[in-house]
């Protein structure tokens, strides 16, 4: 059986982008990709305007809740995918490491949130294609 890839999503509050992320990734692999997202200080809830944003197209991040940033959740992930999380990321051998600068949706309403979304949706399909390319 081939090796499913992995990928961690990591921002500061785990409530934006991250949580996005992971809903493209989620939806567009088609479970073909296990993933994670956490923050270095996760935030009480998801941002609702981020929620809103990703509802308008038909992706439910309703169910998510903002998880703390583990040295576990890094070593169990292929592809680690920071969003200005600054150096809390921890730092392990032998995996992928990107850095996505990307406006921070905290506080933001949905008119603005939309654009963040619409980019970060570009790099999840860019992922996907890298990490299974027979699927694209």
């Not at 592809?79 to 506080?107: H, N, Q, S």
């Not at 963040?116 to 294609?129: G, P, Y």
Request: charged share 20%; hydrophobic share 45%; net charge negative.
């Amino acid at each position: 059986m081939p090796h499913q890839p992995s990928v961690l999503f990591v921002c500061v509050h785990n409530a934006g982008r991250s949580q996005m992320a992971a809903g493209f990734l989620t939806a567009l692999s088609g479970g073909a990709i296990e993933v994670r997202s956490a923050g270095s200080v996760p935030a009480d809830q998801v941002n609702p305007a981020a929620v809103e944003a990703m509802s308008e197209v038909g992706v439910d991040i309703t169910a998510q809740v903002p998880k703390v940033l583990t040295s576990e959740a890094v070593r169990a992930s292929d592809v680690v995918i920071t969003m200005g999380c600054g150096d809390a990321c921890p730092i392990f051998p032998g995996k992928r490491y990107e850095d996505w600068e990307l406006e921070d949706p905290a506080g933001q309403g949905v008119e603005a949130v939309r654009p963040i979304r619409d980019e970060i949706r570009r790099r999840v399909e860019a992922l996907i294609a890298e990490l299974l390319p027979a699927k694209v």
